[in-house]
């Protein structure tokens, strides 16, 4: 939140809570020319206002493509900065600035950069959930849609850092027979998925499909029937013949499996705690109050040095391309 409106106090920037939120996002979109990107881990609310709904890469592809004059991001800080760096004279928004991600925390980039330097011969290839210095650091970015294409886009012989996580790493090394040298990240909320639950969840529901995203632990994936980034998942149980799903990936995403297939059932996978579902502290801090608040006044917005802009833009430039160029 910018400091004016901290000064003003919460209560004092609080909606009104007779206001119908829908409508008056939709009212601030339209006079203000904006768009709402969100990612599928936002709450239900927040993905039912949102004018375009997406996995990271579909995220960005529609960050760069918009005629918007602002762009409000229902996601995470380096998504948001992603969107920033593709319109870098266009007003980013981000209901909650401290909306991080625990994998982009997992890479810092002056560490980042000694381990480069020990791989002097190596291309970067980062996924997208990492921060701008890190992306500035890197040859090429990738999301979990595209990882797999963008290695085997590249000669056999070309030696590759995978960073920041060593899960999506490892499955991306089994998938294209290449030997990635990883960067030692991962993602909490992938990571707490419990094998002894979903091993049982299984037994109890032998009917249902076991999805997982990539992100998770190699255990976990072993186990499934099919591994794939949000969109991907999403797209499997609509075109899938099962009619019940184990689903290994934020909870968010079960809310457009919901309703795309109304008569299908979608088990959350259980994590290694006592909750039930697995929710990303991260993206569940965005609300629809939040998102209220950040487009009537224009805050907070994402800002960002001009040379990071440019260093970061040309690797992230690089995958929309190759993106492109496999039809993704
Ligand atoms: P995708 O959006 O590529 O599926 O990645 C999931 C994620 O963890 C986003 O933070
Ligand atoms: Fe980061 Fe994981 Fe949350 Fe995605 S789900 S924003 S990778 S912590």
Redesign the pocket.
Known sequence: MNPTLLEKGWLEIMPDPTLDLFAELEKLKKEKNAILLAHY?QDGDIQDVADFIGDSLGLAQQAEKTKADIIVFAG?HFMAETAKILNPNKKVLLPDLKAG????DSCPPDSFAAFKAQHPDHLVISYI?CTADIKALSDIICTSSNAVQIVNSLPKEQKIIFAPDKNLGRYVAQQTGRNLVLWDGS????EIFSLEKIVRLKQQHPEAKFIAHP?CEAPILELADYIGSTTALLNYTKKDSATSFIVAT?TGILHQMEKSSPNKTFIPAPPNNNCACND?P??KLNTLEKLYICLKHEAPEITMEASLIEASARPIRCMLELSASFGL
């Open positions: 881990y995470v991600c625990s994998l982009a959930n993602c909490m909320v992938h992100e934020e990303c991260h993206m």
